[in-house]
């Protein structure tokens, strides 16, 4: 028991010093006098705005680095690319050979590609010429112009209006539509007649893309005008436009630029004269035309914010038949 007591007495002398080092107060107090004033940070500049100014050097840098590439990946000979800006030409580049076999390299201003589709807009341009000349009415039965019958289905007529908006109901096929044989080929009419797709909409129910439908409407041009199709878009839309080395005809014409040839593939041999193609289109007003890149910058008033006063009068065209080509007719939302 003393034991105990005298442990006790211990401790207790122990705990003194200790708690006489323990702070009086758990938290820290603030240093007397005034405080220091801490100033706001400087205000950071802000980063102009405005959209970067797109230039020929970063285009064609970029071209460098991303063409040689591509044409790698696909298999392909040769390309060219142009860019056009606020109406004007930034870029116009040739990649590759027109003429493998020879090297020859193409050349962006008499090199010959097919445009494919957008042969259409030539199409639709002549269409609209010839709504402002009086004889084409946008709505009326294709049938008035033409000397063979579209049969009739869904009890309504296929207008010029279905056909340039792709809204006619024609089944699409490629049947008879490309030809590697020149001795096949056949006169727009003759595609025409010999077969008429089956019409699977009602005119105006649903937009199905139609090739037979283009070539419809070009055929009904060459009616209305009373010249061939490929004739017509040579005097009335790329004389006046400048583009001197396109064409619709088939084979070239011998006027044009005679290295105009090119290989489908870099393991293919290259076309085997100069004027012959790889393959020809007998629904020619869908799909036949082929340009040089110096005629795309002419062909380039025939999409988008291009469409200059000079242009329409050259191709006359007035504004109002423009925004009539230009018009939303159909949408497949409310």
Same mark, same amino acid.
């Given at each position: ?12 002398a ?23 004033? =801490? ?25 460098? &680095? ?13 390309? @060219? ?5 606020? &109406? ?9 050979f027109? +003429? ?21 807009l ?6 609209? !010429? !010839? ?7 946008? +709505?009326?039965d294709?049938?008035? #112009?033409?000397?063979f019958? %579209? ?22 096929? =490629?049947? #008879?539509l ?10 727009? +009419? !003759? =595609? ?7 019409? %699977?909409?009602?005119? &105006?129910?649903?937009p ?10 070009? #055929?009904?041009?060459? $009616? @209305? ?19 001197? *080395? ?12 005679? *290295? ?14 100069? &004027?012959?193609?790889?393959? #020809? ?39 109002? $038949? ?6 939303? =007719? ?5």
């Amino acid at each position: 028991m003393r034991f105990f007591r005298k442990l006790g007495l211990a401790l207790a002398a122990l705990a003194v010093p200790a708690a006489a080092q323990a702070p009086s107060e758990l938290r820290p107090k603030l240093p007397l006098g005034p405080t220091k004033q =801490v100033s706001a940070p400087a205000t950071v500049p802000t980063v102009n705005a405005s959209p970067a100014s797109l230039t020929k050097a970063d285009v064609d840098a970029w071209l460098d &680095g991303f063409m040689p590439y591509a044409m790698a990946s696909g298999d392909l000979p040769g390309a @060219v690319v142009v860019v056009v800006k606020d &109406g004007h030409v930034l870029t116009e580049r040739g990649f590759g050979f027109a +003429d493998r076999k020879a090297r020859k390299p193409v050349d962006p201003a008499r090199t010959l590609f097919r445009p494919g589709s957008i042969s259409k807009l030539f199409t639709w341009t002549a269409v609209m !010429q !010839q709504v402002q000349a009086g004889k084409i009415d946008l +709505d009326a039965d294709v049938n008035t #112009y033409l000397d063979f019958k %579209i049969p009739p289905a869904f009890g309504k007529p296929i207008t010029m209006r279905n056909l340039m908006t792709h809204t006619a109901g024609f089944e699409e096929t =490629v049947k #008879y539509l490309i030809t590697a044989n020149p001795k096949l080929l056949k006169p727009l +009419d !003759q =595609v025409l007649k010999r077969w008429v797709p089956d019409r %699977i909409y009602a005119p &105006g129910a649903m937009p199905a893309y139609s090739n037979y439908g283009a070539s419809l409407a070009g #055929y009904i041009v060459e $009616r @209305v005008s009373g010249e061939k199709f490929e004739d017509y878009i040579q005097r009335h839309i790329m004389a006046p436009l400048g583009m001197n *080395h396109s064409s619709f005809a088939q084979p070239l014409p011998a006027n044009q630029p005679r *290295h105009a040839r090119t290989a489908a593939t870099t393991r293919e041999p290259a076309v085997p004269a100069p &004027g012959q193609a790889r393959c #020809y289109i007998n629904c020619l007003a869908s799909s036949q035309a082929v340009a040089s890149i110096a005629d795309c910058k002419a062909r380039a008033v025939l999409v988008g914010s291009a469409w200059k006063d000079w242009r329409l009068r050259k191709l006359s065209l007035s504004s109002a $038949r423009t925004r009539t080509a230009s018009s939303s =007719v159909f949408s497949m939302h409310p």
